[in-house]
């Protein structure tokens, strides 16, 4: 039995203000390049409670549907209880990331992210204001021979 291998980095990125998103595939495929390992899963989360990451198909007409989806699912003009706390006008952005998700687990085949043809991995940034995200990936599983 081969032994299991456990590889970890961060990457940023830069987000303007939400919803903004980001094709983050070419940074995690090449993470799974300098992990040798060939067949495993890669986890990345997204640091922050008003960020998300998830996959879609990176073109500009499903990116602006799902920005006008997010807005949808927790418009800013709404009344948030966040706002009597804080005053920051970002509660719609912690709602908008909680119903997303912050984190992925993708599976890595033949040391590469098994995806779809026009799937792509994207963080969103949902705050008011511009951020740049730390993710945090660990990629586990075991190493092809000779790597």
């Known amino acids: 039995m081969k032994p299991v291998s456990i590889f970890y980095e961060s990457i940023d990125v830069s987000l303007q203000t939400g919803p903004d998103i980001c094709d983050i595939t070419l940074e995690l495929d090449q993470l799974v390049s300098k992990s040798g390992i060939a067949f495993g899963s890669l986890f990345a989360t997204i640091v922050g409670s008003t960020g998300s990451i998830t996959t879609i198909e990176f073109e500009p007409g499903v990116v602006e549907d799902l920005k006008k989806a997010i807005n949808r699912l927790a418009p800013q003009d709404m009344e948030y209880e966040h706002e009597k706390a804080w005053h920051d006008g ?56 000779g790597m």
């Open 90 to 145: 970002n509660g719609h952005s912690h709602v908008q990331a909680a119903l997303l998700g912050p984190s992925i687990a993708l599976p890595v085949r033949n040391g590469r992210l098994k995806l779809g043809t026009w799937q792509q991995v994207v963080a969103i940034n949902h705050d008011n204001r511009p951020r740049t995200r730390a993710i945090e990936v660990t990629i586990t599983g075991i190493k092809q021979d």
